[in-house]
């Protein structure tokens, strides 16, 4: 019940984060702080619903998820922040996804498809680096995120 609870939960978060990004009304920092708020809460589900099986795992992603809050919050209600973050603030969730990605690969090592999450972490992070170094369109950057949260709900429907 719980596995298919964080499939849902990703799902749902994944299509709440493209569909944002469509209507081009929210900020870069906002667009940001949403996509790395979602992903938290993701990390932070899951790490409650593995710690009594994976308590280093759990405790891995309870940590991400509780600095991916903190970070997403500062962005959301700080404007200014991004402002001091340019620089870094494309490529931080980036860096984070990459890191999610290999906390997925160590945390679901005896799942069928948890390889593969993981996998989708670290490429769809070089793709959110490499996009935002070059086009820097938050539209783009959201979706990628939103995409990762999909396909892990979805691998995680179909390891049963």
Partial sequence: M?????????????????????????????????????????????????????????????????????LSICLIFNPALIGFLTEISLYLAGIMLIVVGLVSLINNRT????????????????????????VANPIILGTLIGIWLVISGILKLMDR
């Fill in 2 to 70: 719980k596995t298919k609870f964080i499939s849902l939960l990703a799902i749902i978060l994944g299509l709440i984060i493209i569909a944002f990004p469509m209507m081009g009304v929210i900020g870069v920092s906002s667009l940001i702080g949403l996509s790395v708020l979602l992903m938290s809460i993701y990390l932070l589900v899951v790490g409650v619903s593995i710690i009594d099986y994976n308590t280093s795992g759990a405790i891995i992603d309870l940590f991400l998820g509780i600095v991916l809050l903190l």
């Fill in 111 to 134: 799942s069928r498809y948890g390889f593969y999450i993981g996998i989708a972490g670290v490429v769809l992070g070089l793709l959110y680096i490499i996009i935002g170094t070059y």
